[in-house]
């Protein structure tokens, strides 16, 4: 079954994020595969260095997917 864009814009927001998680999780699934820019590496470098010096700061994804769902 092919969706359009404009079709998934009538979902719910709920189905939206629903959707948009499953989508990023089939990337996710192939790192190696995502080709990233000389500024994407970078600013990824510096987010995990980040979170290196301070693991314990921030939110576990599913409490944050739990949040936005439950909005």
Excluded: C
């Excluded at 990233?36 to 980040?50: E, G, I, Y």
């Amino acid at each position: 079954m092919k969706v359009t864009a404009a079709e998934t814009l009538n979902l719910p927001v709920s189905e939206r994020i629903q959707l948009v998680t499953e989508i990023w999780d089939s990337i996710a699934e192939f790192p190696d595969k995502i080709d990233l820019t000389p500024s994407t590496r970078k600013l990824l470098d510096k987010r995990l260095a980040a979170f290196r010096e301070n693991p314990n700061q921030g939110s576990p994804w599913q409490e944050v997917k739990r949040r936005i769902i439950s909005r």
